[in-house]
């Protein structure tokens, strides 16, 4: 029998199918280990990201933590939460530089 991901690939519509367990299980096998492919390179990427402490974007900013709050609540900056502490991404905050440097 073909299988069912060869079947989808090739654009058949209008098909009806009886399918047995085990190809049921094997196709949806083949989905997650798809999106895990897919998927897995970014996770990875962003899991080692460099985060900046609070105190740190204060410094580089030169703002006081109310403003920041408020970054953060008008969506400037998105925080990222770690236990208790807050940390952001470094590259979210080149990227406020940057455009706080255009304007």
């Known amino acids: 029998m ?5 079947l989808v690939k090739s654009g058949v519509t209008g098909l009806a199918l009886n399918v047995q367990i085990e190809d049921l299980v094997e196709y949806s096998e083949h989905i997650i280990n798809q999106a895990i492919e897919r998927l897995l390179p970014s996770m990875v990427k962003e899991s080692q990201e460099n985060l900046l402490s609070k105190a ?7 703002i006081c933590p109310a403003t920041l709050w408020n970054w953060q609540k008008k969506k400037y900056l998105e925080a990222v ?7 952001y991404r470094q590259t979210d905050v080149e990227g406020l530089i940057i455009q706080r440097g255009l304007k």
């Open 2 to 6: 073909t299988n069912i991901a060869e």
């Open 56 to 62: 740190e974007v204060l410094e580089k900013f030169a």
């Open 81 to 87: 939460k770690i236990g208790r502490k807050i940390y």
